[in-house]
């Protein structure tokens, strides 16, 4: 067996493995929009979702990306001049991996024949998606929408570091400005 067959099946377990747990962040603006109105904020939690600890770390992390573009938090809409609305949802997905070992044609068509085997493994795991609206407070129209996307871990330090990691990339160029369209 030629050392291609080990190498090529690790080579594409690891570009498949890292794609299956790599984050998402998508984000869409209105392009019409005058930003230097925008300066501050009150946020919600549009529909409750995983727990209340892991909702107040998601708050935590849209008030910190906000705080850092020079935005205020209010205590009221009535005070704020944009309203942050928080989606979360979570889904259960199956993964699968397969191994495979032995003989054949080291996959490019050449190499020695012979019996292989395979070994599939499968798991479920849990993807959530965070959706963060803004909304001007005074025409109710939807302003920016931020989603993100990653599997959700049992451990709520790894969870709340992925948070902080979709908002960073979610606000990385916030407020939108007309060069960024």
């Not at 067959?5 to 392009?31: I, M």
């Not at 935590?60 to 944009?82: P, T």
Request: hydrophobic content about 40%; overall charge positive.
């Amino acid at each position: 067996m030629s050392i291609r067959t080990p190498l090529a099946t690790l080579c594409l377990t690891l570009v498949v493995a890292g794609s299956a747990s790599a984050q998402k962040v998508n984000t869409d603006w209105d392009h019409g929009a005058d930003w230097s109105k925008y300066n501050s904020y009150f946020v919600d939690i549009a529909k409750p979702f995983g727990t209340q600890l892991g909702q107040q770390r998601v708050v935590a992390a849209v008030d910190s990306a906000l705080q850092s573009r020079g935005w205020k938090k209010m205590a009221s809409l009535d005070a704020a001049s944009a309203a942050v609305i928080i989606n979360g949802a979570g889904q259960k997905e199956e993964t699968s991996t397969t191994m495979y070992t032995g003989g054949g044609y080291a996959g490019w068509g050449w190499g020695g024949g012979g019996m292989g085997m395979a070994t599939t493994s499968t798991s479920q795991v849990t993807v959530g998606t965070l959706v963060v609206d803004i909304f001007d407070v005074m025409t109710k129209q939807l302003l920016f929408r931020g989603q993100a996307s990653d599997q959700v871990s049992s451990n709520a330090e790894k969870n709340t570091k992925t948070v902080y990691k979709a908002m960073a990339k979610m606000f990385k160029a916030f407020p939108p400005s007309a060069s960024s369209k």
